[in-house]
Structures are given as structure tokens and as C-alpha cells.
């Protein structure tokens, strides 16, 4: 396992995870990129890893070229994190969904001249936290395409890793769907109780 999936086990501290976002500005129901961030994190025995951070954006599909990283973004109650090449060029967006800031209709017209079209909703994913307040859902994308929801939880003034799943995404190319198509994620046989 490498990545930033090496940091982020059930019951470790996140609170260094990135959680802005890119301000109230409402997007324009299409592509944009706005307030990505490339973050470093470092641990004693897991080596460092540069990693981008890409926020929400309401009324958008904000992306960001992962230049050979993983991308993680925040956060996710029914949206879609994908990941699509253009022009040679491979992207991973969060793509806003929901009433009065829904772009399904744009994405539908972006994936039809992509290639390379992987999608997942990481809220499909979560871990139902015990006893405990949820704070959010996280989705990440790897550079070899690995996709994972990871639900975090606070604890007064800290937030820590209430579980990881790995998720099994849509694969989309020009010939059509590739993988399950009545859901547009399926779980990968994890235990546990899904929403």
C-alpha cells in the first residue's frame, strides 16, 4: 500500500486533512478548477507523500490535472468524484449534485468526449459511526486509480478516521459502460451497514 492511503487507518488523527473549500462562489455548472491545493504529508515510518486537495464546488465540476498523484476531496453527502482524460490529459473532478446546484447534465456531456471515464460517489461508502458525531466524507483517487470513501468523525476538537472503503467505480469509455450499471458505485463486499 502506498499513498496517502498509508495515513489515513480507522483511529488515527486527521485533523491536518485539508476541509476548505473554494468560498460561497456558486460555479457555473461546468468545468472549473478553484482553490486545489497541493498538500504534503509526512510520517516517521510512512515516508512523505505530496498529495492535491480539491474542494467542492457548489453549482460546479471543479477538477485538477493529477499529475501522477493522489487527489482528495472534500466533502461528499451524494456527489461524484471522477476521474477522465482530455486532450491527453488526466483529471479527477467533484462533481456537485443536488437540487438547485445539480451538473449530472453537464457531466453526461463531458464523459461522452473523455476517455477513460471512472466514477464512484464516495457517501455511498460510509462507515456508520457509533456513537459519535460524523463530520464528512472524504473521496480519494490514486494515481493508479484506486478509489476510496473514507468517513471521518470528531471528537471534541479532533477528527479521526472512522473507516476506509475501497469502492469498485463505473468505468466509462467512448464504447459505452464497463462494470455495473444500475448503480453508479457498487461495494466491493465490505462488511457493515450502508445507508
Known amino acids: 500500500m502506498s499513498g496517502l492511503i498509508r495515513f489515513l487507518k480507522k483511529g488515527v488523527d486527521v485533523s491536518w486533512l485539508p476541509t476548505s473549500g473554494p468560498g460561497t462562489t456558486s460555479g457555473t455548472k461546468t468545468l472549473c478548477s478553484v482553490g486545489i491545493k497541493r498538500e504534503k504529508k509526512s510520517g516517521f515510518s510512512k515516508g512523505t507523500i505530496d498529495y492535491l486537495y480539491l474542494p467542492f464546488r457548489p453549482n460546479g465540476i471543479n477538477y485538477c490535472e493529477s499529475r501522477d498523484m493522489d487527489v482528495i476531496s472534500y466533502p461528499f453527502t451524494g456527489c461524484i468524484m471522477a476521474t477522465f482524460t482530455q486532450e491527453r490529459v488526466r483529471k479527477v473532478c467533484h462533481v456537485s449534485t443536488g437540487d ?10 463531458i464523459k461522452k468526449t473523455a476517455s477513460n471515464v471512472m466514477e464512484f460517489k464516495p457517501s455511498d461508502f460510509y462507515v456508520r459511526p457509533h456513537n459519535i458525531a460524523l463530520e464528512g466524507i472524504y473521496g480519494l483517487i490514486t494515481p493508479d486509480s484506486k478509489c476510496y470513501a473514507i468517513t471521518i468523525v470528531r471528537d471534541k476538537d479532533k477528527r479521526f478516521v472512522a473507516g476506509v472503503r475501497e469502492c469498485r467505480p463505473i468505468l466509462r469509455d467512448n464504447a459505452g459502460v464497463r462494470g455495473p450499471s444500475d448503480v453508479l458505485s457498487a461495494p466491493l463486499g465490505f462488511p457493515g451497514n450502508f445507508p
Open 100 to 109: 438547485g446546484q445539480d451538473c449530472k447534465a453537464e457531466w453526461e456531456n
